[in-house]
């Protein structure tokens, strides 16, 4: 039971960190073309979705060895 709620949390963890990626990825490829008009509010997005990605992705390392 415990093993399969690992594996749960791991895989939804990975899924997350997946999302803020590519979610930072395209509002740095939104700033490098000019195409956003506040830069500092997309930059701050984008730090907020690397650390979230990152954390999310910690997390899941962890229960990674729980899912056996």
Do not use: K
């Not at 415990?2 to 490829?29: D, H, K, N, P, Q």
């Amino acid at each position: 039971m415990i093993s399969r709620l690992g594996a749960l949390l791991y895989w939804c963890c990975l899924a997350i960190t997946f999302v803020c990626e590519i979610a930072a990825i395209t509002i740095l490829t939104a700033l490098f073309t000019n195409r956003l008009q506040d830069h500092s509010e997309a930059w701050m997005a984008v730090w907020f979705f690397a650390v979230a990605g990152g954390f999310f992705w910690i997390v899941g390392r962890v229960a990674r060895p729980i899912s056996g």
